[in-house]
């Protein structure tokens, strides 16, 4: 079990990175009124109307893109272990593994929803991950203090 947490601690960091430029990006653009990444040669295609079109911009971003496919690669290890784990271990009334089993599925969705924004307005999307960052957290000091 300390091997997923720990799988869950670096999953976590990493989303936190994307999760910090996603926030960054839709920040700068509610300021100006554009979404601007002028990263780009082609100054055309800096301006998009949507922190969505903003965010699948970022993503072609190399720096983006080495992040996120390390994220991709531990979380398909973690689920897998984690799957493992489930088959093995006595689940009913074990807190240890609830709260693994929480952070398993917080996790999964805080990485999905960094990606794929489900919210139509970026506050609602900041506010989102905010949210699931913060129960990730809350779950993952109940492991530090065992």
Known sequence: MKDLISQANKINDLSNQLSSMNLYLGEQAYETNMYVLCNFNQPENCYVNSY???????QLEDIYKVRKDSVTLLLNEFNHDFKDLKKTV????????????SIHNK????????????????YDYKKRLIKLKSEINSLQCTFNVQ
């Not at 969505?52 to 970022?58: G, Q, S, V, W």
């Not at 996790?107 to 970026?122: A, K, L, M, Q, V």
């Open 107 to 122: 996790i999964n969705e805080y990485s999905y929803e960094i990606n794929f924004p489900r919210d139509t307005f970026f």
């Open 52 to 58: 969505k079109e903003a965010i699948k911009k970022l």
């Open 90 to 101: 006595s689940t009913k009334g074990n807190q240890n593994f609830n709260n693994l089993d």
